[in-house]
């Protein structure tokens, strides 16, 4: 298995992919941020906004650097998205639909 690390970051201002929590007056945590043009695989469209998702993508890694701000060091990479695979599982809504009407199936692994 492949060994996930989360992305987010802590920020006080500025553009970012906001959290719901940050709504709440909780810390705002920002995502780097992705959009697919043209070839959106039916597997994605057909999801609902805010559904988490996990997909595989293939990379292709076109810059690294390191961003120095006085004594704030920050490494820095930047990728082509060469391609993306989703699975076809149902919804988060449809998976709390099911999950309150009690028609909940187990998941498969």
Do not use: H, W
Not at 30 to 55: M, Q, S, W
Not at 63 to 75: F, H, I, L, Q, Y
């Amino acid at each position: 298995m492949m060994k996930m690390i989360n992305l987010g970051k802590k920020e006080t201002s500025g553009p970012c992919e906001v959290s719901s929590d940050s709504k709440k007056g909780k810390t705002r945590i920002c995502y780097p941020g992705f959009t697919i043009y043209d070839k959106v695989p039916e597997e994605l469209f057909n999801r609902d906004v805010g559904d988490t998702v996990k997909a595989a993508v293939v990379m292709k890694m076109t810059s690294k650097g390191m961003d120095e701000n006085g004594d704030r060091k920050s490494r820095r990479v930047s990728f082509d998205v060469l391609e993306i695979g989703v699975n076809k599982n149902e919804s988060d809504l449809e998976k709390e639909i099911r999950r309150q009407t009690g028609t909940e199936e187990k998941e498969e692994e």
